[in-house]
């Protein structure tokens, strides 16, 4: 598991905007963990900045970013 979370998030890191949103749109994730995407890896939050601008527990964001990199992870396996 550590190492699919390591591969997705070392793409969503290096991949070009263009196509970050277009594998963000294509994994159908839910409008808030593309908010927390978005945060994460365009804006550089860290996982508690997040919590903490969205009102939401850092687990909770923890959650949504592993369910996240499992459905942006189903679109790169293809």
């Not at 970050?20 to 900045?49: D, H, S, W």
Request: hydrophobic share 35%; aromatic share 8%; glycine share 2%.
């Amino acid at each position: 598991m550590k190492e699919l979370q390591k591969s997705v998030r070392t793409w969503l890191t290096e991949s070009s905007r263009r196509s970050f949103y277009a594998v963000l749109q294509e994994a159908k994730i839910t409008p808030r963990q593309m908010q927390i995407c978005e945060m994460k890896f365009v804006e550089g939050k860290m996982n508690y900045q997040i919590a903490m601008e969205l009102n939401i527990s850092t687990k909770t964001v923890d959650r949504e970013i592993s369910t996240a990199y499992k459905a942006i992870n189903r679109v790169l396996s293809k």
